[in-house]
């Protein structure tokens, strides 16, 4: 199985902020790499595909980049509806179709 | 858009099967995309539990693979989840998902339904 590391687990920020998140995969896994934000007791939303592609509907304050094995979620000026749980996908592989274990963004 | 609804019991007892069904409108589920499922344990991540195209080819997570049978129901517009000889451990918000193809990303998500298993 192909594992995806995300760091840091969780962060403290405020309004305004630039957030970086990364996650590393195990292995090559070109740019199949999604990320989705998860409000509590809600599904998650794709923000990101294929590593770098912005979702129709996403801000524009989100970004996505990276390849290979290592990849990073930005938020260039993070708002109040920011304040999630990101996850990273990778679908490269055949079964599983792994995420990482997630970051918390809070204040 | 595709909108994605699961439904089924809340409670399962340990050593039985959970079955879960989603109910897909906007969108024919034997007219393709991948249709899959997806849990995530109280306080923990997501994990994906496998997927079936609309041939009713199936992909599962080799974890749970030997428990699993994720079926479509053209008729009806939906695809189902069954797992067997469920513990404590399988305990999670079950979603319902759709991507466009195998290795795309999951567009569409149902609401998600809690499932605990418990005596």
């Known amino acids: 199985d192909i594992q995806l590391t995300q760091s840091p687990s969780s962060l403290s920020a405020s309004v305004g902020d630039r957030v970086t998140i990364t996650c590393r995969a195990s292995?090559?896994?070109?740019?199949?790499l999604n990320w989705y934000q998860q409000k509590p007791g809600k599904a998650p939303k794709l923000l990101i595909y294929?590593?770098?592609s912005l979702q129709s509907g996403v801000p524009s304050r989100f970004s996505g980049s990276g390849s290979e094995t290592d990849f990073t979620l930005t938020i260039s000026s993070l708002q109040p509806e920011d304040f999630a749980t990101y996850h990273c996908?990778?679908?490269?592989?055949?079964?599983?179709?792994?995420f990482g274990g997630g970051t918390k963004v809070e204040v | 858009q595709v909108q994605l609804q699961e439904s089924g019991p809340g409670l399962v007892k340990p050593s039985e099967t959970l079955s879960l069904t989603c109910t897909v409108s906007?969108?024919?589920?034997?007219?393709?995309?991948?249709w899959g499922w997806i849990r995530q344990p109280p306080g923990r991540g997501l994990e994906w539990i496998g997927s079936?195209?609309?041939?009713?080819?199936?992909y599962y997570n080799p974890s749970l693979e030997s428990r699993l049978t994720i079926s479509l129901d053209t008729s009806k517009n939906q695809f189902s989840l069954r797992l067997s000889s469920v513990t404590a451990a399988d305990t999670a918000v079950y979603y319902c998902?759709?991507?466009?193809?195998?290795?795309?990303?999951?567009?569409?998500w149902g609401q998600g339904t809690l499932v605990t298993v418990s005596s």
């Open positions: 906007g969108y024919s589920v034997g007219s393709g995309y991948y």
């Open positions: 998902a759709s991507s466009h193809d195998y290795s795309n990303p999951l567009g569409d």
């Open positions: 079936v195209y609309r041939s009713g080819s199936t």
């Open positions: 996908q990778q679908t490269y592989s055949t079964p599983p179709l792994t």
């Open positions: 294929a590593a770098s």
């Open positions: 292995q090559s896994i070109s740019n199949y």
